[in-house]
Nanobody, 124 residues
Framework: ARLVESGGGLGQPGGSLRLSCAAS????????IGWFRQAPGKEREALLC????????YYSDSLKGRFTISRDNGKRTMYLQMNDLKPEDTAVYYC??????????????????WGQGIQVSVSS
């Protein structure tokens, strides 16, 4: 099983970035998907999750209205659309999957496969 992330880099405050995460080696559509991030000196933080039936959960109130999770089962890819970026969004971002399950979790220990992590930096 493998998850490969792309789309990170430098964003400007108020700008947008979209992260992609391509899956292979398992039945992607049977898994709940999640995005996490880890800033320097901080613990890994759960951001959002989407069940295999496309129900979304946000684990951070600060993200509502700014970040959106989505999936394309046909392309075996998940996405994180990040709008209105803020400097505090600077972190390494990780995609992950949990399952086979329809249920989301904020607990990183319950996720089975992880992307390699991709740096997102927000600065003017």
């Amino acid at each position: 099983a493998r998850l490969v992330e792309s789309g990170g880099g430098l964003g400007q405050p108020g700008g947008s970035l979209r992260l992609s995460c391509a899956a292979s080696g398992f039945i992607f559509e049977d898994y709940a998907i999640g995005w996490f991030r880890q800033a320097p000196g901080k613990e890994r933080e759960a951001l959002l999750c989407m069940s295999k039936n496309d129900g979304s959960l946000y684990y951070s109130d600060s993200l509502k209205g700014r970040f959106t999770i989505s999936r394309d089962n046909g392309k075996r890819t998940m996405y994180l659309q990040m709008n209105d970026l803020k400097p505090e969004d600077t972190a390494v971002y990780y995609c992950s999957v949990r399952g086979p399950s329809n249920y989301c979790s904020h607990d990183a220990r319950s996720y089975d496969y992880w992307g390699q992590g991709i740096q997102v930096s927000v600065s003017s």
